[in-house]
């Protein structure tokens, strides 16, 4: 029997996952958590096969935060089940170290079969996500825009589109201020705009945000 902790904001998300694999043969819900805050002690505190986490849960500010619990875990396979954009977010998600990466837009059986297979140490993406890097490995504008921002400055990107000043940022990433500062300076080069609307704007419009 597969174990898995559910790590969401959503209270619907929980209850529709629950209630898909109530009776599953396989797989069981054990934990289910809303905060990343309470990740770790999820973790500790029994034998969890798949952690299934979202990107937006509660108190996750950084793709370096999840990283850091891969590490901690290593017995832990974690599949990244989110609403941000695959292709954006999935490739830095599996760098991190995520065994797998699915929209929630998709079936539940799609997650499902990500569950079994990420469970055996398979790194797996859905069809969409591999469709996305397809576009990406053949150079068209937008994916080699989205090669140019790096993980730190995607997030300070969707900070910045939250409505978010540096030191607010600063403050979530536990960077220095000036150095949110040089990031939003890149950002607004390599999206070649010279305001922080219409770098949002921008942002949103290549669905990077």
């Known amino acids: 029997m597969i174990s898995v902790c559910l790590a969401d904001s959503l209270p619907v998300v929980h209850y529709g996952v629950k209630s898909y694999f109530k009776d599953h043969p396989g797989i069981n819900i054990t934990s289910q958590i809303g905060s990343f805050l309470m990740v770790q002690d999820a973790l ?10 979202d990107l937006e849960l509660y108190g996750l500010n950084s793709i370096y935060e999840l990283k850091a619990i891969i590490k901690s875990f290593p017995n832990t396979k974690v599949l ?33 079969l990500m569950i ?3 469970s055996q140490g398979i790194v797996t993406m859905s069809e969409t996500v591999l469709r996305n890097l397809a576009l990406i490995a053949k150079q068209n504008k937008t994916g080699q825009l989205h090669r140019k921002l790096s993980n730190r400055e995607v997030e300070v990107l969707r900070f ?21 500062s ?9 999206l070649n705009v010279s305001n922080v609307v219409d770098l949002v704007n921008k942002a949103k419009n290549l669905a990077i945000v």
């Open 116 to 118: 079994l297979k990420v």
């Open 182 to 190: 040089t990031y939003k300076l890149r950002l607004l080069q390599k």
């Open 160 to 180: 910045l589109s939250d409505g978010k000043k540096n030191n607010e940022i600063s403050k979530i990433l536990g960077l220095n201020e000036k150095t949110i």
């Open 80 to 112: 990244v089940f989110t609403n941000l954009n695959e292709q954006i977010y999935s490739s830095n998600a599996i760098k991190a170290g995520a065994c797998g990466y699915i929209h929630k837009s998709s079936k539940l059986e799609a997650l499902e």
């Open 44 to 53: 500790k505190n029994k034998i969890v096969d798949v952690l299934i986490i």
